[in-house]
């Protein structure tokens, strides 16, 4: 599972800053997920996206969240003015095909702690 | 209630020990994962499976559709398992069946 990389692994935000959460698929996958893990809480899915494309993102909260998959370059995930309820794990999977057909991978995680 | 159920939430075994750890879902899924994660650490995928069994090493995961149930065990439990282990089903939904939702997990501690 060395394909998917994510950066920062940790990240410390002062309340009202951005953060930038990048995620580097695996080799030759174009379908990217991200999870948030609140702390006590079960993973919960974000967002959905193919290259250019945003498929679903029924799960980002309606503001201050953005995400992206440019044609070249990782996956950024993009929060704006964060709180403290941001603090959580962000998780970034991505799969070679629709999930429903394929397995998923995920990367080590961005630890976001907001002060 | 959680659309996905672990049980238990905690388990501390000796090494050695034989390990279950359960996963109920109320809804229709079209797959089922065992996930690890180490404290701090990533999310490693263990298994996938719709259907039946599947083993890999000490590990072995089954499911029962019809009983909307699931189970992960580990042989010959060691110190090394201690993980917090997920369960996520992806939702039998038309055409956003690429959505997981997960397990609050379950930690399990192997003690030496």
């Known amino acids: 599972n060395a394909g998917v990389m994510q950066n920062p692994r940790h990240l410390v935000r002062r309340r009202g800053q951005e953060a930038r959460l990048r995620c580097s698929p695996m080799?030759?996958?174009?379908?990217v997920y991200w999870y948030r893990q609140l702390p006590e809480e079960g993973l919960k899915f974000m967002v959905y996206?193919?290259?250019?494309?945003?498929?679903?993102e029924s799960g980002m909260p309606k503001e201050r969240f953005s995400a992206e998959f440019p044609k070249e370059g990782p996956s950024i995930l993009r929060i704006q003015q964060v709180v403290r309820g941001d603090s959580a794990a962000y998780f970034c999977?991505?799969?070679?095909?629709?999930?429903?057909?394929?397995?998923?991978?995920f990367g080590q995680g961005t630890r976001l702690t907001v002060v | 209630k959680n659309e996905v159920e672990q049980s238990p939430q905690n388990l501390t075994a000796q090494e050695g020990e034989f390990i279950t750890i359960n996963c109920s879902y109320s809804?229709?899924?079209?797959?089922l994962h065992w996930l690890q994660q180490h404290p701090g650490g990533g999310i490693v995928s263990l298994f996938m499976?719709?259907?039946g069994k599947k083993k890999h090493g000490r590990l072995i995961a089954t499911i029962n559709i019809q009983e909307k149930h699931s189970s992960l065990h580990i042989t010959a439990s060691h110190p090394r398992d201690s993980a917090v282990y997920i369960c996520?089903?992806?939702?039998?939904?038309?055409?956003?069946?690429?959505?997981?939702?997960f397990g609050k997990g379950t930690l399990l501690t192997v003690n030496p």
């Open positions: 996206l193919q290259k250019e494309n945003i498929i679903d």
């Open positions: 499976l719709s259907s």
């Open positions: 996520a089903v992806r939702l039998w939904s038309g055409g956003s069946n690429y959505k997981l939702t």
């Open positions: 999977a991505s799969s070679a095909g629709e999930l429903r057909d394929t397995e998923a991978f």
């Open positions: 809804v229709g899924i079209s797959a």
């Open positions: 080799k030759g996958h174009s379908h």
